[in-house]
């Protein structure tokens, strides 16, 4: 299992590979993430106030740190060549809320804790990098947190968060996939079914 979840990210890399490798700023990119980190995620997740003020703010930071145009084209696979051009937007608008809501719960987890940065190691995609963080939790080892960057000029925008070696790329990718063949190659249904999740109440939290 372990083997195979490498695999899948050593496979998202070749995947979303666009050309020759180009040299990225990893300080730079370092240095992006942390104020991502810092002044945005663990300033959220900390502040006292409601669930849906944390959810705005996530709206706010991801929009700005994460280019889910990107990621949402890249989810999609195969199918985004078979969209229509308002099913392709209609898709990406729905992700990008998703993403908002999953998100903001999932990052929860890690109130009162902090990201130390370990470093970053190259990838073998044109103008991206991945920056290595760890989170450290009550019990156990620290959760492993990596940033995948992607450069464009003096701009930096996430493309994809992978904790404990689980990617968000790729298992949307593959969830994805998975359900509009399922559905008869139908894009419409993905995007209906996650309009459902989107306006799903929020689970309980565990005590």
Known sequence: MRKNIFAAILGL???????????????????FVREVTSNGIEEIINANVSQKVKDERFEKLFNQALDLDFIGQFVLGRYWRTATPQQRKDFIQVYRELNIKTWS???????GKSFVFTGSTPSTSKNQIFINSTVAMGEGAPAKVVWRVKQNGDNFKIVDIIIENVSLAITA???YTAFIKNNG????????????K????AAPKKA
């Open 185 to 196: 190659g139908n894009v419409e249904a993905l995007i209906k079914d996650l309009r459902q």
């Open 13 to 31: 890399g070749m995947i979303f590979a666009t050309g020759a490798k180009a040299e990225v700023n990893a300080e730079k990119a370092d240095a």
């Open 173 to 175: 990718r593959n969830e």
């Open 198 to 201: 989107v306006n799903a109440p």
């Open 105 to 111: 719960a999932r990052f929860d987890e890690f109130k």
